[in-house]
Nanobody
Framework: VRLVESGGGLVQPGGSLTLSCAAS????????MSWYRQTPGKARELVAYISNRGRTTNYADSVRGRFTISRDNAKNTVYLQMNSLKPEETAMYYC?????????WGQGTQVTVSS
């Protein structure tokens, strides 16, 4: 299983970014995917979840209405569209899947929200 995130960067407060996670090594369309984020000294936080075919999504209360998770099973890729970003959302963002009972993570992509 390999997960590779991209799309992070520096954005001003109120701005937008779209993160991507390219997956390989497993049957992507059979597995749910999630996005998490983590800041130093804090636990990793679930941001958004999408079921294997994309019919079910869930969001952390703090991002609902501003973030959108989506997936393209033909491209083995999951996305996180983030709008109206806040400085406190500066973090490393990771995509995740649970495959055969084990958690798999990418290397993360840094999002910095600052003026």
């Amino acid at each position: 299983v390999r997960l590779v995130e991209s799309g992070g960067g520096l954005v001003q407060p109120g701005g937008s970014l779209t993160l991507s996670c390219a997956a390989s090594g497993f049957s992507f369309s059979n597995y749910a995917m999630s996005w998490y984020r983590q800041t130093p000294g804090k636990a990793r936080e679930l941001v958004a979840y999408i079921s294997n075919r994309g019919r079910t999504t869930n969001y952390a209360d703090s991002v609902r209405g501003r973030f959108t998770i989506s997936r393209d099973n033909a491209k083995n890729t999951v996305y996180l569209q983030m709008n109206s970003l806040k400085p406190e959302e500066t973090a490393m963002y990771y995509c995740n899947t649970v495959f055969r009972g084990n958690n798999y993570w990418g290397q993360g992509t840094q999002v910095t929200v600052s003026s």
